[in-house]
């Protein structure tokens, strides 16, 4: 299993940023791990021009369910393959919480992904009253059941467990409460897809930064981390990554 450090930019970032992106590579030719940036959709066709040739995948932050269509404002998953991402994020907490997004919409959009040549990564969390109320895995649970697509492999998956009060936030939970909850999602997908779950990249998401990486990426079934704004600038970003590729 190769490693992967996921930067997601949300709705941030113009032209000048791409410049984040040469520092990026410049400062890591060929990590240990695999990096990905996921930009703006705007960013998509700049971004993998910039990073051709180097060790630095890029994704897509949404994707819709059909291949075409009328869907005014919205992007397929072949049109962000062919303007050269290689994933795509689906089922963010904010997009479940700000554009009501279901686990079933959330499952069609990775199926459509996985269709299109990209690897899908689907999101899950918890609130803190879910948290709070001991609901997290009941929740979780119930997330990954209904989001994960059918025919979903190590090759086409990954699974990033972000609890939505620590996103942008600045909290984590305990190192045992990530290790918790990323043991029983290995648990959970190997109910749903057999051995093939021990090859699905587990992320970690949720305020993640140099200062606390290293001891977040030492946790049992921590497979990388998906961030937020710590990937907006190479050295944090790097920092990040080289915690993972340590």
């Not at 941030?12 to 984040?20: H, K, T």
């Amino acid at each position: 299993m190769r490693k992967l450090a996921a930067g997601n930019w949300k709705m941030n970032g113009g032209r000048a940023a791409l410049d984040e992106v040469a520092a990026l590579c410049a400062a890591h030719p060929a990590p240990e791990c695999e990096m990905l940036l996921c930009p703006p959709a705007t960013l998509i066709a700049q971004m993998a021009w910039a990073a051709r040739g180097k060790a630095l995948k890029i994704g897509g932050q949404d994707c819709h369910p059909a291949v075409s269509g009328a869907h005014t404002g919205d992007i397929s998953a072949p049109m962000l393959k062919d303007a050269g991402a290689a994933y795509v994020i689906v089922g963010h907490s904010e997009r479940r919480t700000d554009h009501g997004e279901t686990d079933a919409l959330v499952r069609a959009k990775a199926g459509a992904a996985i269709a299109a040549g990209l690897i899908a990564i689907v999101c899950i969390g918890e609130t803190e009253a879910e948290r709070d109320a001991g609901a997290t895995l009941a929740v979780i649970g119930a997330q990954l059941d209904g989001s994960l697509p059918e025919g979903a492999t190590a090759a086409t998956l990954v699974l990033a467990y972000e609890p939505v009060w620590a996103i942008g936030t600045g909290r984590t939970p305990t190192i045992a409460e990530i290790a918790e909850v990323h043991g029983f999602l290995r648990a959970r997908l190997t109910e749903r897809i057999g051995a093939e779950a021990a090859g699905v990249r587990l992320l970690y998401g949720g305020s993640v930064k140099p200062s606390n990486a290293a001891e977040i990426f030492a946790v049992s079934d921590v497979d990388g981390a998906l961030v937020g704004g710590a990937s907006l600038k190479a050295v944090d970003f790097g920092a990040i990554v080289a915690a993972l590729a340590a």
